[in-house]
């Protein structure tokens, strides 16, 4: 069973920043976290992933609280594009397998 | 740098046929993972393998559904004597490494079997 909590969707107007919460109150110490995202049916795409600190890319933000119990992925300028199902995941490195949730379904709108 | 190569992409079979899915890596990577994704749900993990050995199979269906992932060549999700509720997309993902490693997978664009 996934051990993240998503929203089950969200909208945003296009251009503006698109902040996707996730709840993992019972993630391990060892446990990193990852967001994925599938746009209408393709293979998911990898977005980003961080243990303890903020990390950016190309692609987004991800902001983990200190205490680590919650995270928000950031799409800072969202376009028509982003429009997806966006998949907050955490997974002990050690186990290989990631157990995806509901996710978040991410409207942006013209 | 070509991605995780999925073939065919569309497969259409009548009910009692064999499905043959197959899933080539991306270069270096030797770890391959199976996922289903029924239509309007979410994805669920099927089965990891490495190259000759499967490490995890807890998701793949106790019947008719087996996977390899040889020495040479690509992953394959066998599917025998499909029926209607086999019709779904399915996803394979490689990644470089297993145990120890922060990787996150790179997925293929799935393959869509129709059971008619």
């Known amino acids: 069973d996934a051990k993240t909590t998503q929203p089950p969707s969200m909208d945003c107007a296009e251009g503006r920043a698109a902040n996707l919460p996730c709840n993992h109150s019972?993630?391990?110490?060892?446990?990193?976290v990852y967001w994925y995202r599938q746009i209408h049916s393709q293979g998911p795409q990898y977005i980003i992933h961080?243990?303890?600190n903020n990390e950016t890319n190309e692609m987004a933000s991800l902001i983990i609280t200190e205490d680590r119990k919650s995270s928000t992925l950031i799409l800072p300028h969202a376009t028509l594009r982003d429009t997806a199902v966006y998949y907050c995941?955490?997974?002990?490195?050690?186990?290989?397998?990631?157990?995806f949730g509901k996710g978040t379904r991410l409207h942006i709108l013209p | 740098n070509a991605g995780v190569m999925q073939n065919p992409r569309h497969l259409v079979r009548r009910r009692g046929q064999e499905a043959r899915l197959r899933c080539s890596p991306m270069k270096g990577h030797s770890h391959v993972y199976w996922y289903r994704q029924l239509p309007e749900e979410g994805l669920k993990f099927m089965v990891y393998l490495q190259k000759e050995n499967i490490i995890d199979e807890s998701g793949m269906p106790k019947e008719r559904f087996s996977a390899e992932f040889p020495k040479e060549g690509p992953s394959i999700l066998r599917i025998q004597q499909v029926v209607r509720g086999d019709s779904a997309a399915y996803f394979c993902?490689?990644?470089?490494?297993?145990?120890?490693?922060?990787?996150?997978?790179?997925f293929g664009s799935g393959t869509r079997l129709t059971v008619v």
């Open positions: 993902a490689s990644s470089p490494t297993g145990t120890g490693s922060s990787y996150g997978y790179t």
């Open positions: 019972t993630i391990s110490g060892n446990e990193y």
């Open positions: 995941i955490v997974r002990v490195a050690r186990d290989d397998k990631i157990i």
């Open positions: 961080g243990l303890k």
